[in-house]
């Protein structure tokens, strides 16, 4: 501890320590401070470390720091401590890189201003033991998540992070690829429009459970990513099942094409969680939507024509109502209700078989109540209600019609010839 404190006094009585290299010069500068006020705190534990001329690594008290990273020019910025366990430390590069070991303890690093220098990935944060959290700049920030814990944002390298934050009322776009997970939690920052982007890989399972209006979990094959205050989710990963868990209270859920219907792309939309936008139709090989409890509202309306795979809509608890609009592609669709009164409705424009466990080529199963309409009903399996809307027309047109023999020598029948007009009525077709 004596030895501590006699380095903090002799680097606090100057201020400013140049370091010369044989190719570059680094800038430190320290606050002055008072000898006889140190506490053990505010001491100076931040060490240079010079591993080589080119690449200078600081490392900060074993502590839970808050740390401020602030550029105060485009080959300049300051680090700096909110809560005062270190002092104040200057750096200008010339060509150098530089490494903060974050250290034991939860710490906090905040970025300010940094979208305006010219690190070009030259800064690299490290977190060390302990919950650390990251929060971006403010503006418009893209984040990529290429590892662990690990990835850039504002040209600023990082790794061993736990957590991230975006700074609010802004657009941050976090961007995972195949490898990039978080031990902790994605938080997209208040107000904004903050976009997740599951971007490449291959995975057999990507399953999506809501906790909240905008929050919830991605568990890639078991890569879990945890998010808070983050809008739509953007999914371009490759085959296999996708699994969509809605909240345990009344949802309205709504499945349906986005863009065209040939860009690939379509839509699981939920009014009391986050929308998930699928942009792979064609790689999804089996898509399942969990409505949970609560007295849900499910349509499943055109998808877009690359999704050939399966659909099931397990409705779970509560009195549901799920309406299938469209069949798309050649997969299975099943209906899944539960205990309790489950109204299905379907369009079938034709002949409708309907029995406990199927409509037509629909799997079916706890429903009590359908809804249905087509050219002929055939319910006689089904034990439930049922509510039938003939789509045959009930009009005929009636009036004069021509005779179709020919007579009197004539070549064609007479046309028209003579009738009978039985009623006048607007057709209500027309």
């Excluded at 270190?86 to 150098?96: A, H, I, K, Q």
Aim: aromatic residues 8%.
């Amino acid at each position: 501890m004596a030895t501590e404190r006699s380095v903090s006094r002799s680097l606090c009585k100057s201020n400013w320590l140049r370091l010369q290299r044989e190719n570059n010069s680094a800038l430190f500068r320290w606050r002055r401070r008072h000898v006889e006020e140190l506490e053990s705190r505010r001491l100076l534990t931040v060490v240079a470390n010079v591993g080589d001329a080119d690449h200078q690594i600081w490392n900060l008290p074993a502590t839970a720091d808050q740390v401020e990273i602030r550029a105060t020019s485009s080959n300049s910025f300051v680090i700096d401590s909110v809560n005062n366990t270190f002092d104040e430390v200057f750096f200008s590069f010339s060509g150098t890189s530089v490494t903060i070991n974050a250290g034991d303890g939860a710490d906090m690093l905040r970025f300010s201003n940094l979208l305006a220098t010219n690190l070009d990935n030259r800064l690299t944060i490290v977190g060390g033991g302990g919950s650390d959290t990251l929060l971006g700049p403010v503006g418009d920030t893209d984040w990529s998540i290429t590892g662990s814990g690990a990835g850039h944002v504002a040209r600023v390298a990082f790794t061993g992070i736990e957590n991230l934050t975006g700074a609010p009322d802004n657009q941050d776009t976090f961007v995972f690829d195949a490898g990039g997970s978080l031990s902790g939690v994605l938080d997209g920052g208040a107000g904004g429009f903050d976009v997740i982007k599951l971007s490449g890989g291959a995975f057999q399972n990507v399953a999506y459970t809501s906790s909240g209006l905008t929050s919830g979990s991605i568990a890639r094959d078991g890569n879990i990513i945890t998010y808070t205050d983050v809008e739509p989710i953007i999914d371009s990963t490759v085959g296999g099942t996708r699994t969509f868990d809605a909240t345990a209270g009344a949802d309205r859920i709504s499945l349906r094409d986005r863009g065209t219907n040939l860009d690939d792309a379509f839509a699981v939309s939920i009014d009391t969680a986050e929308d998930v936008i699928f942009t792979d139709a064609s790689a999804i090989t089996s898509l399942v939507v969990n409505a949970l409890g609560g007295d849900d509202k499910i349509d499943v309306d055109t998808l877009d024509s690359g999704f050939i795979g399966d659909l099931t809509i397990n409705a779970g608890a509560g009195n549901d109502d799920i309406t299938v609009l469209k069949i798309s592609g050649p997969g299975q669709y099943t209906i899944a209700g539960d205990g309790d009164t489950n109204s299905f409705h379907f369009d079938a424009g034709g002949a409708i078989t309907l029995t406990d466990a199927a409509l037509n080529t629909l799997d079916l199963s706890n429903i009590q109540r359908a809804f249905v309409s087509g050219s002929t009903l055939n319910a006689a399996g089904f034990s439930g209600q049922v509510f039938f809307t003939s789509t045959q027309s009930l009009w005929t047109e009636q009036g004069p019609q021509p005779y179709t023999q020919i007579l009197d020598g004539a070549t064609v029948p007479w046309d028209p010839v003579a009738g009978a007009i039985q009623t006048i009525a607007v057709d209500p077709n027309d």
